[in-house]
């Protein structure tokens, strides 16, 4: 069936540290890959999306590449924040599908 | 983009007592929803689909006597938890389809359910 294999956290990283939380997927059909945000006490955000191999979604200095070869979707960012702690969620979901998500990572940027 | 509602965004009952819990999509109409649970610190369950006008398609291992979901029309789909009990708390999470947004999912902001 279709999955989502996503880093374990907890991360923990100093603020201005790069980031990087891994994400695969299985490559059933041609799926769209998200990566959603929730910030403690709330629901899920989308932070980004990629419908199409080589695509790269990109909101708020994050950004993921759709990477059909490597069957990824790695979430990066160049510079955190501690505002930038959530729990990120990694997704693939494919038409009328329901959408399957990874475990979660829960990150903490540390001043 | 689209906004999603849910309420309340945080309910105390007990024990035995029902719940209902209300998601409204409030700028389109969603023929489908869902309702996920999460526990403290795990990633999301689907619990079910909620499709307009007919009948929720639940999960394996999800009750659908305990969990009775009701989409009444395009905007609205309720879940009622029955006869609740301490195993129930957790934080229920919606989502709505919006089917002119390429089908893409937008999330409510959870309810947080205690039971005492």
């Known amino acids: 069936g279709n999955s989502v294999t996503q880093m374990e956290g907890p991360v923990t990283l100093s603020e201005e540290a790069f980031l990087t939380i891994n994400c695969t997927y299985t490559?059933?059909?041609?799926?769209?890959l998200f990566w959603y945000v929730q910030y403690p006490g709330e629901g899920l955000q989308l932070l980004l999306k990629?419908?199409?191999?080589?695509d790269k979604g990109s909101n708020k200095g994050f950004e993921a590449t759709y990477r059909k070869e490597t069957t990824s979707f790695h979430l990066e960012k160049g510079s955190v924040q501690v505002s930038d702690s959530a729990v990120y969620f990694c997704?693939?979901?494919?038409?009328?599908?329901?959408?399957?998500f990874g475990t979660g990572t829960r990150l903490t940027i540390i001043p | 983009g689209a906004v999603v509602s849910q309420h309340p965004s945080r309910v105390i009952c007990k024990s035995g007592t029902s719940v209902k819990i209300e998601c409204r999509s409030l700028?389109?109409?969603?023929?489908?929803m869902f309702w996920y649970r999460q526990f403290p610190k795990q990633s999301l369950m689907l619990m079910a689909t909620?499709?307009?006008?007919?009948?929720?398609?639940?999960e394996q291992g999800v009750e659908k006597d305990k969990f009775l979901i009701n989409h009444a029309s395009l905007t609205l789909s309720t879940l009622t938890v029955t006869s609740a009990h301490p195993e129930d708390s957790s934080f229920y999470i919606c989502?709505?389809?919006?089917?002119?947004?390429?089908?893409?999912?937008?999330f409510g902001p959870g309810t947080r359910l205690t039971v005492l």
């Open positions: 997704a693939r979901g494919r038409g009328n599908e329901k959408l399957t």
């Open positions: 700028d389109f109409q969603a023929t489908t």
């Open positions: 989502s709505a389809r919006d089917p002119g947004g390429g089908n893409e999912q937008f």
């Open positions: 990629a419908t199409k191999a080589d």
């Open positions: 909620s499709n307009e006008g007919s009948k929720a398609t639940y």
């Open positions: 490559a059933t059909g041609y799926p769209s």
